[in-house]
DNA sequence: CTGAAAGCGCTAACAC
DNA sequence: GTGTTAGCGCTTTCAG
């Protein structure tokens, strides 16, 4: 019923612990004959070392743990493929948890997950003073790398390893896309200002605009809740007032806000990609469901997901993947077309 | 640097490992000034019990294993959602691997997560003999809980638990709903027939068609390969034989070969839910980007999540939870309408 | 009420 | 080459 350990196999082939461990683990020295011994003895058992205890004695647990809002995110379940698969690769395995966007779980997770002694953690944090809490403090003070994605506290330590979106040149290449299309009055629905990724995009919006010599009219720039009721909201607000406030695309600088912008659009009987140019931001159709097909920038998840893995490897073994080059990384936005832009002109 | 130990409290306490044991446990007698003494130290301090230490005594990890093949699925995010929300409530934490459905990559798990000696095993196999593997003997052999999902093996053995999708039920219910709309020449594009999935999707179709008093037109069933090209194929097959062997409606079988299948009625100019009513399988589409909506069967993956989570914790801990009723279910399927599906007459 | 001691399964000096 | 031993951090008898 239970397992066998070595010592069940070293009993019963008249030989000590050490010796079978030596020939399990292939290190040592072993006389030829009695390594065949044990091996051919093994072959026909079934053993399958504790890693339970070798973590205890090695002082690792050969896990990696995730912490994250919402595992039904795309953007999230496609990171965590790629760390798996690059860090599996090295025998370590992955801990995951879905807060579902609750602090409180978040903490407590934290605080599991240190239990475990994970090797080391990367986390999409909604608790966005984590400097504060001693739940993180412990991983620091230990000397656990942690890695941030999606976003990342304020907290400049260097310490602190993140990897995220790049988001002022994401909603650059939003906007450009649009003025390479000849559109020239341009409005944008961005997140509430107070979050980073609302206020950076916003701004990616505005450099974008003054680096072709066009003034962001404040009329044009609308802000809601990342929603899809808050990008409904929003474009309702930008189409009542278009005939003083004129424009003839918009960018859009989230998902679900993406989503409510179109419904407002439809229901007010205009046509996207017609009578307005829409581009919104990572929004997911890898399916094709959307007639017209909407254009979007989108974050590059495998990307991040590879990164991240390599940074761990690099992390946790330097001696064997190399000191990492940069740990506060942004990956680029890249642009994915669609029929929800017209040429103008 | 490296986190405090029982030990390391106990001497500067003055105390006995053990006494400090019980009170970080809440059990076994120690004086209630003593419990002060050490529960004021230890709040200054920063002690995190070391689980791993816990789980080689207690000959228990409180880690349950999850093998899938492809964690950007749906299906399987949702599933793995709600099951860590359940178990996380007693304890237990989630270790994921992601096949990419490799059967090799999948053996290699199965054997990395038995070396860390999970609790439990839930697993969407790709390889449907598990049996004659040595891989899932391990874990039976032990003892250890497995818990099938999405598929099961042929096997059955009482050891096998399950919670899968009712096919038959699914299938019925789609091609009952296109009945029930007027339609009584109905197509059926199905997945391949040696596999469960396939072969259960249409004899559900036939299932619905018969208690109908309709007969399945052996013309109007295509078999396909379960992704887009396939579903595209088959509806090309269809349409082009449309004049001899004519239908107003189809149920596809899989949530790609929808896809497919959406694409090819496009192309030939034809109207989704005028020319053609179609009801799917499975297809997710929750921003509603679709237009027309297509009306679809669908796994109720939050029920699934919840009854493997429940599962578990009645597998792992009878006198806690109560011993499981069934081990072996079927989950219904339900219908998400869309108007891919006119009325006809 | 508290402490000493054994042992979970494994690794790694260190002897022989 | 192989065995003995100590010890990773914890729980749990068993003494005192």
Redesign the interface.
Known sequence: ???ETLKDIAKELNLSISTVSRVVNGKGYVKEETRQRVLDFLATR?Y??????R??KA?E???IGIILP???E?YF??I??EI??VV?AA?Y??????T?ESKKTER??L???????VDALVISTIDMDPAET?YVE?YL???TPIIFIDNHPKLDSDQVNFVVLDNHQASRLAVQTLIDNGHRDIAVIAGYLDEPTGYERMEGYCQAMEANDLHPDPALIAIGNFKADGGYRCMEELLLQRDVHPFTAVHVAS?MMT?GAL?AIREHGLTVGQDIAVIGFDV??D?????PT?ATVRQPEEEVGQRVGLMLLQLLRPEKYGAPEETKVRVKAYLQSGSSIHKLQ
């Open positions: 019923m239970k397992p079934n399958v070392p504790n890693e339970i205890a973590s205890l002082q647990s050969m896990t919402d595992l039904r795309v379940n496609r965590i493929k798996d698969r599996s025998g395995m992955l801990l995951i948890a879905d579902n407590r997770y605080d599991l997950m240190f239990q475990k002694r001693p412990r003070n230990n000397g998902e989503i419904r997911h159709d399916l094709g469901l959307a007639t909407i």
